[in-house]
Nanobody, 120 residues
Framework: VQLQASGGGLVQAGGSLRLSCAAS????????MGWYRQAPGKERELVAT???????NYAESVKGRFTISRDNAKNTMYLQMNSLKPDDTAFYYC???????????????WGQGTLVTVSS
């Protein structure tokens, strides 16, 4: 199983970016997915999560600005980031809880980070 994150880049404050995270490989069931971020010198923190049924949860710092979504047919999750601030600068990581075959337990997988830089 692999998670491939993409969409990071450099943007000015107030701008927007859309991150994608595609899951591939031996996937029997793709359960909850999420975005996390880690800024230099700081611990990794939750940004947003989404269940397989579409229920979402957001960190207070991004509520109203970020929207998490998923396309279950494509095994892909998105993070639409609007009104970006310099404090949003970080490596963004996607994560997913995946069952690889019938009867097995779910495991947690991580994608590589994608860098988001917001200039003031």
């Amino acid at each position: 199983v692999q998670l491939q994150a993409s969409g990071g880049g450099l943007v000015q404050a107030g701008g927007s970016l859309r991150l994608s995270c595609a899951a591939s490989g031996s996937i029997f069931r793709l359960n909850a997915m999420g975005w996390y971020r880690q800024a230099p010198g700081k611990e990794r923190e939750l940004v947003a999560t989404i269940t397989s049924g579409g229920r979402t949860n957001y960190a207070e710092s991004v509520k109203g600005r970020f929207t998490i979504s998923r396309d279950n047919a494509k095994n892909t999750m998105y993070l639409q980031m609007n009104s970006l601030k310099p404090d949003d600068t970080a490596f963004y990581y996607c994560n997913a809880k995946i069952v690889t075959r019938w009867g097995s337990r779910e495991n947690v997988y991580w994608g590589q980070g994608t860098l988001v830089t917001v200039s003031s």
